[in-house]
């Protein structure tokens, strides 16, 4: 399975700025995916993480809320743009193979004041 | 429509006990994959089991056990002699294909299990 890590691990963030997390996986991997986990919830898709192309994204996401970039095979980052208390939660990058198992980065704790 | 319920929210047992978490799943595929995943109190989601929708045969790994029956779409996970180390939040997903043709995990709620020493 790939291993997957994810920074940061956590943060503070004033209301109207933004954040860029970073996902790096130790192989190749074909899918990328964000995820959020808002406080006490399951887990929601955002978007998946195309490489050299736009992401797509889930509905009720949107790009320019929630920009994403996958410049190759191994490497994401998503950006929480103009931040609000609501964009609090755990943010997750998966990756793997299509048609196998997906695993997690540890996920960043966002806390926006 | 694609779904996953697990109807337990909180579970809590004390040490030693068995314990069974349900997951119910709902999708229109003849193919699909299931999963487990648990969630300790650090955040991480760690992968537990993948079971495609083909192989109806029960797996066991140490103290963990799963017994998926499509006939009433079911994938249920049993902790045998349960240790408080197995406290965490318990996340059933399935694999299902997106709008856009890509394919995703759909999560249920979750199952926080607790285990008492």
């Known amino acids: 399975s790939a291993v997957i890590s994810q920074k940061p691990s956590r943060d503070i963030c004033q209301r109207g700025t933004s954040l860029t997390i970073q996902c790096q996986v130790d192989?190749?991997?074909?899918?990328m995916f964000w995820y959020r986990q808002q406080p006490g919830q399951s887990l929601t898709l955002i978007a998946t993480?195309?490489?050299?192309?736009?992401?797509?994204?889930e509905s009720g996401f949107v790009i320019d809320k929630f920009p994403i970039s996958r410049p190759n095979l191994t490497f994401s980052t998503l950006t929480v743009s103009n931040m609000s208390p609501e964009d609090s939660s755990i943010y997750l990058c998966?990756?793997?193979?299509?048609?196998?198992?997906?695993?997690f980065g540890s996920g960043t704790r966002l806390t926006v004041v | 429509a694609q779904k996953v319920t697990q109807a337990q929210t909180e579970i809590s047992v004390v040490e030693k006990e068995d314990v069974t978490l349900d997951c119910v799943y709902e999708t229109r595929d003849t193919t699909y994959y299931l999963f487990w995943y648990k969630q300790p109190p650090s955040g991480e989601l760690v992968f537990l089991i993948r079971r495609n929708s083909f192989d109806e045969q029960n797996e066991i790994s140490g103290r963990y056990s799963w017994n998926f029956q499509k006939s009433t779409s079911s994938f249920n996970f049993t902790i045998t002699a349960s240790q408080v180390v197995d406290s965490a939040v318990y996340f059933c997903?399935?694999?299902?294909?997106?709008?856009?043709?890509?394919?995703?995990?759909?999560f249920g709620t979750g199952t926080r299990l607790t285990i008492i020493p």
């Open positions: 997903a399935l694999r299902v294909l997106s709008n856009f043709g890509n394919e995703k995990l759909t």
């Open positions: 993480a195309n490489q050299g192309s736009e992401a797509t994204y």
């Open positions: 192989s190749q991997v074909t899918m």
């Open positions: 998966s990756a793997g193979r299509q048609g196998f198992g997906y695993t």
